[in-house]
């Protein structure tokens, strides 16, 4: 009896010993080796599995979207959107230059920074990704059948489209507001006059049922920076909340000026509101000059064509189109919650966490509440709308998502960390570090009435120590966690192409499905295309000679062109005849001022190359397509200006 | 209501003409699948051999197999160049109506003839198709890419086979299956259902 006593006093003595030392290694983000097998397990997709969710990156000043595999962290694509990329051509073949093309003529670059899903019934589709172009103010979207750049819509009136393109719930419009004010319209003022001349602009992007889109009105505003958005959705499906920074109206050193009032706003647009207003003729048509870029994926091409106006709403004619709610310390991220009542203003400067009721918001308009107008705009009185707030959080809150279980998570940049707080009764639930300086964070539809859940991924901005160095310029990161237990846990932390600024992700039985495998060659719309090798022809037209080519595995047809002269302008389409998954050819000649071209099955490209000196030049496939890749090679013969060489091309005309 | 109508006298017409009838299902699915396994290849690569046309899993799909052939100098497979797929359901359909002429006579003897003509055709059939095998496989271009001494390419009629890198397999499809049927039903309609005068 003593004995069995004793026994099990040492056991409880050894399991105590046990589970204090796990303790202590999850408390370390697990380095023991329990700990770790754990979290491999839950990031490791075995060879030839599938990741569970979709998660597209935004590249930042890569100007790019990258998409990852979640939860493996793997990269699979970047698709190419408002940067050149020379790998795909982007930017660089006759067919996607127009892509590019701004008011201000082809633009190579830009600032990418929020990916948005397309929704319907307030819950990601998975239909098309739209991403905002900061610096040069633009809005793309990516048709998720192809992960292909479909059409690109510049912003007139703006400057840095940062607050975009957050989206409403059944994808009636995205929204694109000015970071930076500008004189609207453009005009050569003093800078100093920026409180007389300065303009904001909050624009609301129609999206037809095909995804088209188009600047349906714009709302002229203060001249403050309208930093970020988001729609409401449920009860507040109709409004549109914009965060605001700087209505001191500063035109230098912002990091001093831009913070010296207590609260800044959160500009509430009732867009419905904007509707009748421009039903009922209250806007006023605004010369302007922006490019619309489409580009179509039977034709292979895009185009771009330039409109002339837009449609402008000004506050002072619009009562109760817009109002103001007062927001500590220069809010940046403005979340909405999955039900829509609660808006979570992160003021970055605080340490806190300012929570407004869209209810009481309805409430306090109703009674008038208000404590201020600026240039028409009620300015709501702050008691009146506050919910809640939470408290000594953290230091520097900046972005806020939602798992649909009642919790909230937010970042805090300057304390580097995520914290977990509820909704309703504002207490903190738990905290993790962040390596280092977290800026947005993204769950599975963490910004959507219904939202995926499962993991947290946070995108930091510097990486520091955290993977081998590469010199001085370091990858920045994303770490994920796991969010299904009461604590988060840190599963993997992954680097990233560009800055990811934020992302979204999808669960990839909703997208993998439409994946297009290769375009039908029967499809092609291609003025230049050819259907079949017996078509492959040079045809000269003055000094243009154009090349209709075709490629199959392993030859291209011609491969041997003679017949063209320096001076000439060469034009090379070509036709991948291919008919089957993942059979791309790439094809570059030696000399060419530009990038190679990679074009997918049934799918026409050009490369323009303009000889410059007499000679024989190889051309080649780039894409190691097949067996006799090294095969699919062929020359084009370039003679002096004047020369009497005829043109000819042939493939296969062997000696006898 | 069946066992209702196989008591009638007219058991073994019924059944005769249903022989006829299932000739019709040679037009509804292919005879023949040939399946190319390989390893870039994760859902292989199907054709299917009708009684009227060869068809794939894609529209695309004979091309795809003609590309991978002409890198061992096969000749390029061409619905239109085989003429048997012109004439042949002629055949059929002259059997089939055939069939119905026969239901309606009363001599069994034409019953049996029936039978053994449709049996010989599905013979000379088969025997055909290995005669289009085997000259696929062994008529190659000399100008090949891939030629390696003694390497013959013709698929199995029946069962599986590795032709370099791909596994070859063929197999009666459902079109098989209905000629069977009408071969067993005309083989009934003469034997256990013919009615003993």
């Known amino acids: 009896m003593e004995k069995s006593k004793f026994k099990w006093l040492a056991y409880l003595f050894i399991m105590g010993f046990i589970v204090s030392a796990c303790g202590d290694n999850s408390k370390q983000q697990s380095k023991g080796a329990f700990g770790d097998q754990d979290v491999a397990s839950q990031v490791y997709v075995s060879p030839g599995e599938y990741d569970e969710f979709y998660a597209f990156m935004s590249g930042g000043f890569s100007g790019q979207v990258s998409v990852y595999g979640l939860p493996s962290g793997r990269l699979f694509k970047v698709i190419p959107v408002f940067s050149v990329d020379a790998e795909k051509a982007y930017g660089f073949n006759e067919e996607t230059k127009p892509m590019l093309n701004t008011s201000l003529g082809f633009i190579p670059w830009d600032d990418s920074h929020h990916p948005e899903l397309s929704q319907t019934n307030g819950v990601p589709d998975g239909r098309w990704l739209f991403i905002n172009g900061n610096n040069t103010p633009r809005v793309a979207r990516i048709d998720l059948t192809t992960f292909e750049t479909a059409e690109i819509l510049e912003i007139p009136n703006s400057g840095g489209n940062h607050s975009s393109p957050f989206i409403t719930e059944n994808s009636e419009y995205l929204v694109a507001g000015t970071r930076f004010s500008v004189p609207i319209p453009q005009k050569d003022v003093s800078i100093k006059s920026y409180k007389e001349n300065f303009k904001g602009s909050l624009s609301y992007i129609k999206i037809a049922d095909d995804g088209e889109m188009s600047v349906a009105f714009q709302i002229l505003v203060p001249g403050y920076d309208y930093d970020l958005a988001h729609s409401g959705k449920g009860k507040s499906h109709g409004w549109t909340f914009f965060t605001t920074y700087n209505t001191e109206e500063s035109n230098t050193l912002l990091e001093i000026g831009a913070s010296q009032r207590d609260k800044d706003y959160i500009a509430a647009v009732n867009w419905k509101k904007a509707e009748e207003y421009i039903a009922a003729g209250k806007a006023k048509t605004m010369p302007a000059n922006y490019a619309h870029n489409t580009y179509d994926e039977h034709s292979h091409m895009a185009k771009s064509e330039m409109l002339k106006e837009v449609k402008v709403l000004i506050p002072q004619e619009c009562p109760g189109l817009i109002y103001y709610l007062p927001t500590p310390k220069s809010p940046h991220g403005v979340d909405v919650d999955p039900s829509g009542e609660y808006i979570v203003g992160n003021g970055k400067l605080s340490s806190d966490l300012t929570v407004h009721s869209f209810s009481k918001m309805l409430k306090a308009i109703e009674n008038d509440d208000f404590d201020d107008e600026v240039d028409g705009i009620p300015v709501i009185n702050f008691e009146s709308v506050v919910a809640g707030s939470v408290k000594s959080t953290g230091l520097g809150p900046l972005h806020t998502e939602f798992d649909g279980k009642g919790n909230a998570y937010t970042t805090f940049f300057i304390s580097s960390e995520v914290i977990k707080w509820k909704i309703g009764t504002w207490e903190v639930l738990d905290r993790v570090p962040s390596y280092y300086s977290v800026g947005h964070l993204m769950i599975p539809g963490g910004d959507s009435k219904a939202p995926f859940g499962k993991y947290l991924v946070s995108l930091n901005k510097i990486t520091k120590d955290r993977f081998l160095p590469t010199g001085p310029e370091l990858t920045q990161s994303a770490q994920l966690f796991d969010i299904t237990g009461d604590k988060m846990k840190l599963l993997l932390d992954f680097p990233t192409i560009g800055e990811p600024h934020y992302a979204q992700a999808i669960p990839a039985d909703i997208i993998m499905k439409n994946s297009v495998k290769y375009y039908k060659l029967d499809e092609n719309k291609h003025p230049h295309k050819i259907t079949s090798e017996d078509e492959a022809k040079v045809v000269r037209k003055g000094n243009v000679v154009r090349v209709y080519m075709s490629s199959i595995r392993s030859h291209f047809a011609p491969d041997n062109i003679e017949g063209v002269k320096v001076g000439d302008k060469v034009y090379f389409h070509l036709t991948n005849l291919e008919q089957d998954w993942d059979v791309p050819h790439g094809f570059a000649v030696m000399g060419a001022r530009t990038s190679e071209i990679l074009v997918m099955p049934g799918q026409t490209e050009t490369l323009v190359w303009e000889p410059q000196n007499p000679g024989v030049y190889p051309f080649y496939c780039t894409d190691f397509c097949s067996a006799l890749h090294q095969e699919m090679q062929g020359y084009i013969r370039v003679s002096p200006k004047n020369s009497k060489v005829e043109l000819k091309w042939s493939v296969g005309e062997f000696d006898e | ?197």
């Open chain 2, 1 to 197: 209501m069946i066992s209702n109508l196989l008591v009638k006298e007219n058991r073994s017409r019924l059944f005769m003409l249903l022989a006829s009838l299932m000739l019709m299902g040679l037009f509804l699915f292919p005879l023949w699948k040939i399946r190319l396994e390989a390893a870039q290849y994760p859902n292989g690569v199907n054709m299917y051999i009708w009684i009227n046309k060869i068809t794939g899993d894609t529209p695309s799909t004979l091309q795809n197999i003609n590309i991978l052939n002409h890198y061992i100098g096969m000749q390029y497979i061409k619905p239109d160049s085989i003429p048997e797929l012109k004439y042949f359901p002629f055949v059929v359909i002259i059997m089939s109506l055939l069939g119905i002429v026969v239901a309606f006579s009363k001599k069994r003897k034409l019953f049996i003839t029936w039978g053994i003509i449709l049996l010989v055709l599905g013979i000379l059939g088969i025997y055909d198709f290995y005669l289009w095998e085997y000259d696929y496989g062994h008529n190659l271009s000399p100008n090949a890419p891939i030629k390696i001494p003694g390497m013959v390419y013709q698929p199995p009629l029946l069962g599986s086979k590795m032709l370099l890198n791909f596994n070859a397999i063929s197999l009666p499809h459902t079109g098989s299956l209905f000629l069977g049927f009408a071969m067993v039903f005309n083989f009934l309609s003469f034997t256990l259902l013919w009615k003993k005068k």
